[in-house]
């Protein structure tokens, strides 16, 4: 089991371009959350998605960033015209379900910096 | 929503001694509550958690206690040794209804120095 994969690992944009991070859940996963950690800080949560479903983006920004978990492929969290202080850690979780059975799995992470 | 106190922000203890990290929520129908290990530059690892239906559970070293009447649960880790240095996150489910929604403490910086 591979667990789950992000990718790139690090990222590095220029204000004003787009940044697309991706994330494949562990198999068997159909549930997907990403998660931004500023420096030194803990972990916030922004989206929930099942497959072509987003079922929470309580903490997504409301504006440049958006979310998708198509039929076929990874997740991907868009950033568009990319600000400094979108310079965090992006990470990636699953579960295998919803609910109140199945704990997080979190991914290695996407460090992004905005210079 | 949900917020989640964490204490100390650092600890440091020396190899052997026992280390206890303390969190407070204010969600009640918060009922699960998961410890992350972080260590630098890596992805947060899930150590142990609890349900709201349990005081205490054990795992090897490191052991969990929640008090639903005061909303706070804390971490102890015995026997202390120097891969235990990391950053420990505690968290709650806001709501309730959802192990993967949840509200982070800030993080302790644990240091065990051999």
């Known amino acids: 089991n591979a667990g789950v994969m992000q990718n790139p690992r690090h990222l590095v944009r220029r204000r004003g371009q787009e940044a697309r991070l991706r994330c494949s859940p562990m198999?068997?996963?159909?549930?997907v959350y990403w998660y931004r950690q500023l420096p030194e800080e803990g972990l916030k949560f922004m989206v929930y998605?099942?497959?072509?479903?987003?079922?929470?983006e309580s903490g997504m920004p409301k504006e440049r960033f958006s979310a998708e978990f198509p039929k076929e492929g990874p997740s991907i969290l868009r950033i568009q015209q990319v600000v400094r202080g979108d310079s965090a850690a992006y990470f990636c979780?699953?579960?295998?379900?919803?609910?109140?059975?199945?704990?997080?799995?979190f991914g290695n992470g996407t460090r992004l910096t905005v210079t | 929503g949900e917020n989640v106190e964490q204490h100390p922000s650092t600890l440091s203890v020396q190899e052997g001694d026992s280390a206890v990290i303390k969190c407070t929520y204010s969600?009640?129908?918060?009922?699960?509550f998961p410890w992350y290990k972080q260590e630098l530059g890596k992805r947060p690892q899930l150590i142990i958690d609890?349900?709201?239906?349990?005081g205490e559970k054990k795992d090897q070293r490191i052991a969990v206690t929640l008090n639903k009447t005061a909303k706070h649960f804390s971490l102890h880790i015995t026997e202390t040794q120097p891969e235990d240095s990391a950053v420990y996150f505690c968290?709650?489910?806001?709501?309730?209804?959802?192990?993967?929604?949840?509200?982070f403490g800030q993080g302790t910086i644990l240091t065990v120095h051999p």
């Open positions: 979780a699953s579960s295998k379900a919803g609910g109140t059975d199945s704990p997080l799995h």
């Open positions: 198999k068997g996963h159909s549930h």
């Open positions: 998605l099942q497959k072509e479903n987003i079922i929470d």
């Open positions: 969600d009640s129908a918060s009922n699960y």
């Open positions: 609890i349900r709201s239906n349990v």
């Open positions: 968290a709650g489910n806001a709501g309730g209804t959802s192990y993967g929604k949840l509200t």
